[in-house]
């Protein structure tokens, strides 16, 4: 045996694993349920009746052939691939139309306006996080719009300096409580009259008009009023920014993500991960812009409060910050006017924009072919009629099904046309709100009077709560005011660290949550995120101390502060791909498309309330604990966290929308009272907390 065959296989090349990958994501496709699985020749036919004559511009044989290559993708594209030549196929395909198919799977761009609508997404989740940036930054200059957070002696300043604590508190919350209420619960309204882009680019034009008025305002009264305006706005963007993108994608391609019966898909767990990675890009983005801005008006090296009303360079200084993302919103309002509005919004029956021509008329400009446009036509239509009642009325005779209003949406022809006509003709703009107020409340109602739905309600609403306790936000809307006695310069360099962890690690959560679980990630990271902020906690409580004014301060640039420093970015780096994500990856993906919307909004709702009540609370809690007081708070609030996780939150990676309706179905109790009595004495006995898997008898 020769030398060389004594050698160790060489590993393939970067390229060829690279080529691998892809491969395999290609494939991983095909395992994701098809809505036209399993049905019957005469349902299906049934089914393509009544589409043509909902939509008589269409020839019958244009959906025949369209629906036999929804109902069998993974063959028509590997017989577009030449990988199958021995068959004769139903449908005879061009040559346009393999090209198509097989480009549609393998090419990220196939898509004609993908591009713009990436890049309108990206835009609205980065306005969102440099807006956070922005309210960060210029709490370092609210004493030229007249709080007063300068220390004097205990007899002097603790009366007054506690008003401005509230004051600075009240004017940097208003956004997230206008947001959560009433924003977020009119997001659905909202988009029942004006759709996706419409929202969007409403959102965009009352945020550039927010910062304008922040921008110009001279006192902190003039600001708080201005954020109201952009605040239930900007939570438009926390609810639509990845909704714009994953309708888009969901419309049918390769029938991965068909709602009807499958109801999770790639995008479905991509988006929120990338959502989050761009809100993070715009964190970090926005502290840069707020150095650069300090910086050009020589506040760079000056101390954080100066005079009281102040109008001179750091007067510049706040309103630059504040106009900053005026920016990033006309550019989010242009790139909306670019993008097609998502087929959906006009296929969904007993709304006043339901259009099946122009749905169709949308789908033929961003597919290839008429071909690909007539299928993901079929596929929608077919999972927003029928899906729901596969779904939600299994167990119910067929008598039941018929007289049900779905059904009668979806079904019955002569009722489905005459109501959508009534509903889409000569509509008063009194009669529009009172339609559109009827059809949010029929998404609501479900989610606190159905079992599978108000659990699935807790979950999320229970891992956006976690979000908020677990003091992430402490930094991403204080980092400044935490670290101010240090100076303007060091404070934003710190801000601007802590933005960098948190975006770099979030790239993690990509494809991770999907793989090790949303779960299994939230009770692996919180005990570490803990375990960081009690280090900070210590490190800052044994530091050399400064007396500050009113109580001391761990002194800058000493072993115990760059101590507390790292251990804070660790924090960072150990929540960015764990409850950086997943709070709105759970929210998108947990409800059935008819709720799903109206269950993210309440959801996210709940985070950005308690996100508010936090910014309220913080500068208080601040100056009565100190900093490592605030630090080792929180990091006993993650452990409440964990344990809130450890009970009443399920597992859902890689479940269809059918094994999500049998693990929330579950009551909560039964689920708590099994980690109760089972898995933590098993995790107890074994001392394996995550790693070994349990018979699922709950």
Request: charged content about 15%.
């Amino acid at each position: 045996m020769t030398e060389r065959d004594n050698r160790e296989p060489q590993k393939p090349s970067l390229k060829k694993r690279l080529e691998a990958w892809v491969e395999k994501q290609i494939h991983t496709r095909d395992e994701f349920g098809n809505s036209l699985a399993g049905v019957s020749e005469p349902v299906l036919r049934k089914g393509i009746d009544t589409l043509c004559r909902d939509l008589p511009s269409l020839e019958r044989n244009e959906v025949e052939r369209a629906a036999e290559v929804a109902k069998n993708g993974n063959y028509y594209y590997r017989l577009s691939k030449g990988l199958i030549t021995n068959l004769s196929p139903v449908v005879e395909l061009t040559q346009d139309e393999k090209e198509s198919l097989v480009a549609e799977r393998e090419r990220l761009f196939s898509q004609r306006g993908m591009l713009i609508i990436i890049c309108t997404v990206s835009l609205a989740a980065f306005l969102q996080g440099h807006v956070q940036s922005s309210i960060n930054a210029m709490s370092l200059f609210v004493e030229t719009v007249g709080i007063d957070i300068q220390r004097q002696d205990d007899t002097q300043s603790n009366g007054a300096d506690s008003t401005a604590q509230w004051q600075l508190g009240g004017m940097n919350a208003i956004p997230f409580l206008t947001a959560a209420f009433p924003g977020a619960p009119l997001s659905l309204p909202v988009n029942y009259c004006l759709g996706r882009r419409g929202a969007l680019g409403l959102s965009a034009l009352l945020i550039i008009a927010s910062s304008i008025g922040s921008a110009f305002a001279v006192t902190w009264q003039q600001i708080l009023g201005a954020r109201i305006v952009g605040g239930p706005w900007g939570s438009r963007l926390s609810v639509l920014l990845f909704w714009l993108l994953r309708q888009q994608l969901d419309i049918g391609v390769d029938q991965l993500s068909s709602p009807g019966n499958s109801g999770k898909s790639i995008a479905s767990t991509l988006l929120p991960s990338l959502t989050f990675f761009r809100v993070a890009c715009g964190i970090m983005i926005g502290f840069v812009i707020n150095f650069v801005i300090a910086a050009a008006t020589n506040t760079l090296n000056g101390q954080p409060n100066a005079g009281l009303n102040e109008r001179g360079g750091r007067y510049h200084a706040l309103q630059w910050i504040a106009a900053a993302p005026v920016v990033p919103s006309v550019l989010l309002f242009i790139a909306v006017c670019f993008c097609y509005e998502s087929p959906r919004f006009y296929m969904r029956p007993g709304t006043p924009n339901y259009n099946l021509d122009r749905a169709f008329r949308n789908l033929l400009q961003v597919r290839p072919t008429r071909l690909q446009a007539t299928r993901d036509l079929f596929l929608i239509w077919w999972s927003t009629r029928d899906g729901d009642i596969h779904q939600d009325h299994r167990g119910k005779s067929r008598h039941e099904i018929a007289h049900h209003a779905e059904y009668q949406n979806g079904v019955n022809i002569n009722n489905e046309d005459r109501t959508s006509r009534t509903l889409t003709s000569g509509l008063t703009y009194a009669s529009l709100i009172v339609l559109v107020t009827r059809l949010s409340v029929d998404q609501f109602k479900p989610l606190f009077t159905r079992r599978r739905l108000r659990n699935a309600l807790w979950s999320s609403c229970v891992v956006a709560l976690s979000q908020q306790l677990c003091g992430i936000n402490v930094f991403a809307f204080y980092s400044n005011g935490m670290f101010s006695d240090y100076g303007v310069k060091t404070s934003m360099g710190y801000s601007f660290g802590f933005g960098g962890v948190n975006f770099f690690f979030g790239i993690l959560a990509m494809r991770s949550i999907d793989i090790i679980g949303r779960r299994s990630w939230l009770l692996s990271t919180l005990p570490m995120m803990s375990m960081f902020l009690m280090a900070a906690t210590i490190s800052y409580a044994v530091a050399p101390q400064v007396d500050s004014g009113d109580q001391p301060k761990p002194k800058a640039d000493t072993g115990g502060s760059i101590a507390g420093i790292i251990f804070i970015y660790l924090f960072a780096a150990a929540y960015s791909p764990g409850l950086g994500p997943i709070p709105f990856t759970l929210a998108s993906e947990s409800f059935p498309l008819k709720n799903r919307e109206a269950g993210a909004s309440v959801a996210i709702s709940i985070n950005l309330f308690f996100a508010g009540l936090l910014t309220i609370l913080l500068p208080r809690i601040n100056a009565v604990f100190e900093m490592a007081g605030t630090l080792g708070f929180f990091a006993g609030l993650n452990i409440v966290a964990f344990v809130l996780i450890f009970f009443f939150v399920e597992e859902t990676k890689q479940l269809t929308l059918e094994e999500l309706d049998t693990v929330f179905n579950n009551p909560k109790s039964r689920f708590a009272h099994y980690q109760l009595t089972k898995r933590l004495p098993f995790l107890s006995k074994t001392g394996i907390c995550f790693g070994k898997r349990m018979p699922r008898d709950h």
